[in-house]
């Protein structure tokens, strides 16, 4: 699995060793029942995406390791996952050895999946982009990726659901560009703006495309 194969580059392009025991809690981590589309289904697409694009990374096991980091912590009642997810990071880091500097760098990469506002440094573009690639996947598997959200927050009564997600998704469509690398932009940004318009219409936030 690509996930598995990118594990052990990031590790070894770092020159360390990952604590006892990691990849194995964060695997459970990603297999908790409560996730549908926070699991290794969506690290694996992740890495699938970074592969063509890698030689953009400054600090390619850095970024690898952050994808890995990413979504470790989630509950969909917190608002907060990120925040623990790097910090996680950062002590699995420091707990291997690596310098501060490094540890610093993956926390904040991790930090920068909040989408709260534009990432700052080429390897956070990176990283966000690449977290956001589901956006511009084909209809089925965009289809696909909301139920899988939808199961998540099953919780949320319907109207709610709705208000929130059309809120989500339309501070995606607002921007002048969901994109911050050409190379997710030539690929990806027309069909992630259909998929988000269309979505946006199903859930009565935009009137249906014609």
């Keep these: 699995m690509i996930e598995r194969v990118k594990w052990e580059a990031a590790w ?22 409560h996730r549908a589309y926070h699991t290794l289904q969506h690290i694996g697409e992740c890495f699938t995406v970074l592969e063509p694009a890698e030689s953009l990374a400054r600090r390619p096991g850095e970024v690898m390791l952050a994808l890995w980091f990413h979504d470790a912590i989630y509950d969909t009642r917190a608002h907060d996952n990120e925040a623990q997810s790097a910090q996680w990071a950062r002590a699995s880091l420091l707990a291997a050895g690596a310098d501060a500097g490094t540890a610093e760098r993956v926390h904040g990469l991790v930090l920068a999946t909040t989408h709260r506002a534009a990432p700052e ?12 690639s589901i956006l511009g996947a084909p209809d ?13 927050y099953a919780w949320v009564p319907p109207d709610a659901f709705r208000e929130r ?6 501070s995606f469509l607002e921007r002048p560009a969901i994109y911050g690398t050409a190379h997710f932009a030539t690929r990806l940004e027309s069909r992630a703006r259909q998929n988000l318009r269309r979505s946006l219409a199903q859930l009565g936030a935009l009137p249906a495309s014609p």
């Design 140 to 152: 089925a598997r965009f289809a696909e990726y909301e139920r899988q959200i939808r199961q998540e």
């Design 121 to 132: 440094g080429p390897d956070a573009q990176l990283v966000v982009d690449v977290d956001l």
């Design 165 to 170: 997600r059309a809120r989500v998704l339309g």
């Design 12 to 33: 070894n392009l770092l020159g360390l060793t990952p604590p006892p025991g990691l990849l194995a809690e964060l695997t459970a981590r990603y297999a908790e029942p």
